[in-house]
T-cell receptor
Framework: NAGVTQTPKFQVLKTGQSMTLQCAQDMNHNSMYWYRQDPGMGLRLIYYSASEGTTDKGEVPNGYNVSRLNKREFSLRLESAAPSQTSVYFC???????????FGPGTRLTVL | DQQVKQNSPSLSVQEGRISILNCDYTNSMFDYFLWYKKYPAEGPTFLISISSIKDKNEDGRFTVFLNKSAKHLSLHIVPSQPGDSAVYFCALGGGYNKLIFGAGTRLAVHP
């Protein structure tokens, strides 16, 4: 039981490049989330998916798109990376009827 | 406008003593409150939560207190251990189970 997995662990992009961050969970959770964490700040919600087939914007969605590929997988795409998107990105999932979210190990992204 | 604040960026405590981490919020709409612990280069790990209808929840060495009138949440760790050294985030939950996180408090437990 791996929990929540994220790939890649590290990535360096040039301004304007695109990439997709992958997230998968094996806990059969309905809801999945993408957060970013910047120095001195708490985690901020980018997008979430309450159930398979649905996605909604969070607090900081600009510059990102998401895809809930199936119940297990939720990807985050940067179409044209900007230095302001340099951050650590965390994916999380939550079981129905529970309040706590389970987090992956994170992806550290640097945009030059 | 920050909805949740952890006013102490860091806290240093001696092993065996009590650690008290605090969190203040501005909006009464939240249904539940959680604490997460985070080690470097890892994702946050859930510690303990409390519903808005309760004022205390205990789990082993960890106790969370909620004072709704003061809009204040605290986490007590007794006794503190060196392995508790980490960054602690409070998180507030409401509609669609979206969480709003504080900026975190770095706890250092020294022998």
């Amino acid at each position: 039981n791996a929990g929540v997995t994220q790939t890649p662990k590290f990535q360096v992009l040039k301004t304007g490049q695109s990439m997709t961050l992958q997230c998968a969970q094996d806990m059969n959770h309905n809801s999945m989330y993408w957060y970013r964490q910047d120095p001195g700040m708490g985690l901020r919600l980018i997008y979430y998916s309450a159930s398979e087939g649905t996605t909604d914007k969070g607090e900081v969605p600009n510059g990102y798109n998401v895809s809930r590929l199936n119940k297990r997988e939720f990807s985050l795409r940067l179409e044209s990376a900007a230095p302001s998107q340099t951050s650590v990105y965390f994916c999380a999932s939550r079981a129905g009827g529970r309040n706590e979210q389970f987090f992956g190990p994170g992806t550290r992204l640097t945009v030059l | 406008d920050q909805q949740v604040k952890q006013n102490s960026p860091s806290l240093s405590v001696q092993e065996g003593r009590i650690s008290i981490l605090n969190c203040d919020y501005t909006n009464s709409m939240f249904d539940y409150f959680l604490w997460y612990k985070k080690y470097p280069a890892e994702g946050p790990t859930f510690l303990i939560s409390i519903s808005s209808i309760k004022d205390k929840n205990e789990d082993g060495r960890f106790t969370v207190f909620l004072n709704k009138s003061a809009k204040h949440l605290s986490l007590h760790i007794v006794p503190s251990q060196p392995g508790d050294s980490a960054v602690y985030f409070c998180a507030l939950g409401g509609g669609y189970n979206k969480l709003i996180f504080g900026a975190g408090t770095r706890l250092a437990v020294h022998p």
